[in-house]
């Protein structure tokens, strides 16, 4: 069984930071606060794990390896792997999912000018 991050995530994402979405699969990306790991997060996160110990091992070591990295003052170093997990966990995210879709209506030349992906991720940039 793979690592369960997608669970975790939409776990995370949907009972803890809005949790008037939690039986929902609506969210709004933008306008939850975010928080750092609390208990009620390191729950929910340990909790998804309980049939995966394997997994569970896997994703000790790794926060393991990073805390290591920061003590020994090589933060880039942790921040790197930390950014590479955000990238390979993107592809199991709604978001991703979301955006394939946004992408098919643009070819398919059914958005108009200021739903544009380009113009929004412009916008939100600045």
């Not at 939690?22 to 709004?28: E, G, L, N, V």
């Not at 003590?71 to 590479?84: D, H, I, N, T």
């Not at 199991?92 to 200021?114: M, R, W």
Request: proline letters at 5%.
């Amino acid at each position: 069984m793979g690592c369960k991050f997608c669970y975790i995530a939409v776990r995370y994402r949907r009972s803890l930071l809005l949790p008037e979405y939690s039986q929902s699969k609506q969210h709004d990306s933008f306008s939850y606060p975010l928080h750092l790991m609390t208990d009620d997060v390191w729950d929910s996160i340990v909790e998804s794990f309980a049939d995966d110990s394997a997994a569970a091992f896997i994703l000790a070591q790794v926060l393991f390896q990073i805390k290591e990295e920061i003590k020994k003052g090589r933060g880039p170093s942790a921040v790197e792997a930390l950014e590479q997990g955000i990238e390979r966990l993107y592809p199991y995210t709604d978001d991703y999912n979301a955006g394939y879709k946004l992408y098919l209506l643009s070819v398919a030349g059914k958005l108009k000018p200021k739903h544009d992906p380009t113009v929004i991720v412009s916008e939100l940039g600045k």
